[in-house]
């Protein structure tokens, strides 16, 4: 009689509604890389997340197309102030609304020298490494996660201070918890360290291996080992020559030390977490 009585309770809904239907049948997670380290991640229950959103970068074709499309975002994760991460957050929370979540030194960095929307910040939506917060009423969790990298910001044009290169806190990952959805660790700008081993239960890992100014292939697939994910994704290589870390190089590093688990995606595509 329940049973029945719910057929047809979810029936006329979603007669009524059909975007009640879609979401009561959506039960993926979708991950879309943009290419560098930014990325794009929609809950079961329909909400945007970015990290690190440069969407325009030079290694995606389909830039300025990616960007028009982010009509809705909710939260946006900043790792550091480098500008090939902070990317366009600017134009995307101006338009969407999206809030910051970062670490407290770079979320008052950003608005006083990126201009980021100062009403779109709090201090809800900050913490330090260690520390966990609960964002959009429980959908998801975020820990930060430290990262061995530089944590400058460049001051944006127009600004009363000289331009020039300035402290913006330290550099984070983030351990990102999907309600129903996937564990996914997405390392930052980072050098390969022992405590990665301890952070925690990962169903993805977004890891940085073009070298130079992050770990390369050999030593991210050493972090992978100690991370031990279910799926890896490369990320921030090839977006400039002296990027030289390739995903070949990467599945080769780890195919050497007895793992498997890449996933390569190209910018603008996107796979769904089940």
Known sequence: MVRTLFIIVFTLMSAVSPAFAASAAKTDTEITYYGHSAFKIVTPGGKVLLVDPWITNQDNPNGEKDLESLTRVDLIL??????????????????????LVTTPELMKAAVLLSYYPVENTGNT????????????????????????????????????????????????GFYITIKNGPKIYHTGDTDLFSDMALVGDVDIMMACIGGKFTMGPKRAAQAVRLVKPRMVIPMHYATWEVLTGTTEQFDNALRSLGLKGMKRLNPSESLQWK
């Open 125 to 172: 939506l900050t913490g330090g490494f260690g520390g966990e917060i609960s964002l959009l009423d429980g959908e998801v969790t975020v820990r930060f996660v430290p990262a061995v990298h530089g944590g400058s910001m460049e001051i944006a044009e127009g600004s009363i201070m000289p331009r020039s290169l300035v402290y913006a806190g330290w550099p984070s």
């Open 78 to 99: 900043l790792t550091h102030g480098h500008g090939d991460h902070v990317g366009n957050m600017v134009q995307i929370s101006k338009r969407t609304g999206a809030k």
